[in-house]
């Protein structure tokens, strides 16, 4: 039998911090709080969470930092806390490799439904389509290597960031709405939050460019064509 796992809570203010707590609590897991960024690295290293719920503001060092020196050594989970609905925000949080992210105020429900999904998307059951890959022009995705090459070139992707890819290319010529990438990539749906949809969306056009497969299906949400548009002749 699996054991229960460990979230730990990094929230400098005590009132939130211990409200996750007891939510996360109730929904099974067992939960280590932080309140600093030195002391989030610490018991990051020492406890080995299955998921870091992770505050942008911290007294000490910024949740920015923290992530990016989290992710210099491991691939846990991270679902990122910003009190800002702030696009830069998740953006910045997103390119250092954080999952998720969630808006303060929020619904604790909702965050306990996100820290499941993330879990349940980063878990052994991920790697049921581990040698599969996926192409599109120069655009080669790697299912169990979890890259993304264009030619001989590897795009550094936040975990998201390739599922979302990986969802739209894996039903190239089918338009997808916002809502059906949030439950199929996310595992949730919360009516109004299809902003985090065209956030990833972006960030992939930024990073992908011009081999980015992604077009907008206007008051619809997103597809894959089923070709590449051929390379324009110089």
């Not at 932080?34 to 911290?58: F, K």
């Not at 491991?74 to 009190?83: Q, Y």
């Not at 997808?176 to 056009?205: I, K, N, S």
Request: aromatic content about 6%; hydrophobic content about 40%; glycine content about 8%.
């Amino acid at each position: 039998m699996q054991g229960v796992q460990k979230v730990l809570v990094v929230e400098d203010e005590e009132s939130i911090a211990s409200f996750v707590a007891m939510y996360l609590k109730k929904g099974g897991f067992n939960v280590s709080v932080a309140s600093t960024g030195a002391e989030a690295l610490a018991r990051a290293a020492a406890e080995g969470p299955a998921l870091i719920v992770l505050d942008l503001a911290l007294p000490d060092i910024d949740g920015i930092d923290v992530c990016r020196r989290i992710r210099q050594r491991s691939d846990v989970p991270i679902l990122m806390l910003t009190a800002r609905d702030d696009d830069v925000d998740k953006i910045i949080g997103l390119e250092v490799g954080a999952d998720d992210y969630l808006t303060k105020p929020f619904n604790p429900r909702e965050l306990v439904a996100r820290v499941k999904s993330i879990l349940r998307r980063t878990g052994p059951g991920r790697r049921a389509v581990e040698s599969a890959t996926l192409s599109h022009g120069d655009l080669l995705v790697d299912s169990g290597r979890r890259e993304a090459t264009v030619g001989d070139v590897e795009v550094q992707l936040a975990p998201k960031e390739f599922d979302l890819l990986w969802e739209l290319l894996d039903h190239r010529g089918l338009v997808l709405t916002r809502d059906q990438l949030l439950e199929r990539v996310w595992g949730y749906t919360f009516a109004g939050d299809t902003r985090t949809v065209d956030v990833h969306v972006r960030q992939l056009r930024r990073k992908l460019r011009e081999d980015c497969p992604i077009v907008t299906v206007w008051g619809v949400g997103y597809k894959v064509s089923t070709e590449p548009k051929p390379a324009p002749v110089t």
